[in-house]
T-cell receptor, first 116, second 114 residues
Framework: AQSVTQLGSHVSVSEGALVLLRCNYS??????LFWYVQYPNQGLQLLLK??????LVKGINGFEAEFKKSETSFHLTKPSAHMSDAAEYFC??????????????FGAGTRLAVHP | EPEVTQTPSHQVTQMGQEVILRCVPISNHLYFYWYRQILGQKVEFLVS????????KSEIFDDQFSVERPDGSNFTLKIRSTKLEDSAMYFC????????????FGDGTRLSIL
């Protein structure tokens, strides 16, 4: 079975500081991994995805994530936080499916606060 | 940019009543999903739907739940006899299909059961 663990339900950083949101996964097969962001009263927006191509994945809004198989990790980073980055971030895993659909298994989420 | 739209944004229903949550997926998408998020908990997969049939469902998706694509644009989730524990945010998602295609989510419907 697949699962995702996000370490830290709340992370607080200063504007301009490095953002690091941690995600570890468990999967019996090579996984697909995703980061989604949720702003207040909105749906989930895809930030980036890993689908077995490059291990360093660049996403929108300056975020990137690195797939490390040896550590079963897919941590999300951004060099310099902006106030508009304050949101909840979800890591998700799925596995390749011959049916063309991919059920997402989500982590519990990390709420990022950015203070001046 | 095309988006998934969900209505209503908030639904309040008495326990035991039927409720239908509506979604309009992105027009060229072929795969449709429902997820839910109980307050303070993880987003959980409920069901996936393709070619007018359920392709996978979770343990949560019992006989009280059903999905339907009644026409070429809408995708609905019906709960026949709501329970207090059905109170949650329900998200609809759609994708073009294929493993590499991401799911696009709507803004959700907050369902409150009284």
């Amino acid at each position: 079975a697949q699962s995702v663990t996000q370490l830290g339900s709340h992370v607080s950083v200063s504007e301009g500081a490095l953002v690091l949101l941690r995600c570890n996964y468990s999967s019996s097969v090579p996984p697909y991994l995703f980061w989604y962001v949720q702003y207040p009263n909105q749906g989930l927006q895809l930030l980036l995805k890993y689908t077995s191509a490059a291990t360093l994945v660049k996403g929108i809004n300056g975020f990137e994530a690195e797939f490390k198989k040896s550590e079963t990790s897919f941590h999300l980073t951004k060099p310099s936080a902006h106030m508009s980055d304050a949101a909840e971030y979800f890591c998700a895993v799925s596995r390749p499916s011959s049916g063309g659909y991919n059920k997402l298994i989500f982590g519990a989420g990390t709420r990022l606060a950015v203070h001046p | 940019e095309p988006e998934v739209t969900q209505t209503p944004s908030h639904q309040v229903t008495q326990m035991g009543q039927e409720v239908i949550l509506r979604c309009v997926p992105i027009s060229n998408h072929l795969y449709f999903y429902w997820y839910r998020q109980i307050l303070g908990q993880k987003v959980e997969f409920l069901v996936s739907f393709y070619n007018n049939e359920i392709s996978e469902k979770s343990e949560i998706f019992d006989d009280q739940f059903s999905v339907e694509r009644p026409d070429g644009s809408n995708f609905t989730l019906k709960i026949r006899s709501t329970k207090l524990e059905d109170s949650a945010m329900y998200f609809c998602a759609s994708s073009e299909g294929g493993d590499l295609q991401p799911q696009h989510f709507g803004d959700g419907t907050r369902l409150s059961i009284l």
